[in-house]
């Protein structure tokens, strides 16, 4: 039933430890994105993803890996975790790379960094 | 560069009406969404307007003018439920979101 779905919900870790976030969408969408939402509730792209193939890019630490193993899923990979990475962290897809489209997202994922 | 305001907070009473406006200044616009998110929740899309003019769904409008960069959301018959963070977004190659309006909807 569920059409975007993410795991872990939370995820509390240590400083410079590394983690994976896994995004998984049921709804035959080409496109898929991580998002990252901050404590003020700012909520900014950090990649998308069209048919595995990635299409954005935005100026984020390379610490941040995303890899789409088939364009049902997009994880997201996180090395030598810092303080200011602590967010919640959001999947979502859309029907094609045309950006009118809905997005649909998962129901996040609380990262905290300790 | 891309900005977007909206107010940082709204509140109102049940029944009532409430409009949310958006002023964005950014290149590449194709159209303006907006997404309403509960505490604790994810963004779900309310509404997309690519062109100038009045989209209605139930008890939810949203307003675009392009000349004036400018759109708002109507919501109308408010309800207890409606107590949410809503964003306007401006659809360019990506979705860039405003930094959200807090609505408080009392009894």
Known sequence: ?????????????QMGNDKSIKCEQNLGHDTMYWYKQDSKKFLKIMFSYNNKELIINETVPNRFSPKSPDKAHLNLHINSLELGDSAVYFCASSQERTIMNEQFFGPGTRLTVL | GQSLEQPSEVTAVEGAIVQINCTY???GFYGLSWYQ??????????SYNALDGLEETGRFSSFLSRSDSYGYLLLQELQ???SASYFCAVNTDKLIFGTGTRLQVFP
Request: aromatic share 6%; charged share 15%; proline share 7%.
């Open chain 2, 37 to 46: 998110q509960h505490d604790g929740g994810a963004p779900t899309f309310l």
């Open chain 1, 1 to 13: 039933d569920t059409a975007v779905s993410q795991t872990p919900k939370y995820l509390v870790t």
């Open chain 2, 25 to 27: 200044q950014t290149s």
């Open chain 2, 80 to 82: 207890m439920k409606d």
